[in-house]
Nanobody, 123 residues
């Protein structure tokens, strides 16, 4: 599956952005999906994950209550709604498809990656 992330940009602290990740192929609904991010000089970290149906989600503590992951299998798209953004949320955000119908929190458990979209939060 090929993934194309979009929706990044520059936003002030406290603002919102919605990231989208469009997937090619007809088997999108078989994959658990995740969003990760990587800030300059830091390792890539898990942000949020969603299972194949959208019925189960999980978010990192750092974004819990602010970010919401969702998916639309009819549109082959997964979303990340980011609210109350903070400067420390600044990073390149990547979507990924897991080697499972469920999400995983480890980058090694994802088979396919999008190209990343940059989110910059100004203070």
């Amino acid at each position: 599956v090929q993934l194309q992330a979009s929706g990044g940009g520059l936003v002030q602290a406290g603002g919102s952005l919605r990231l989208s990740c469009a997937a090619s192929g007809r088997t999108f609904s078989r994959y658990g999906m995740g969003w990760f991010r990587q800030a300059p000089g830091k390792e890539r970290e898990f942000v949020a994950g969603i299972n194949w149906s959208g019925g189960s989600t999980y978010s990192a503590d750092s974004v819990k209550g602010r970010f919401i992951i969702s998916r639309d299998n009819a549109k082959n798209t997964v979303y990340l709604q980011m609210n109350r953004l903070k400067p420390e949320d600044t990073a390149v955000y990547y979507c990924a498809a897991a080697s499972s119908t469920w999400y995983r929190t480890n980058t090694a458990q994802y088979d396919y990656w999008g190209q990343g979209t940059l989110v910059t939060v100004s203070s």
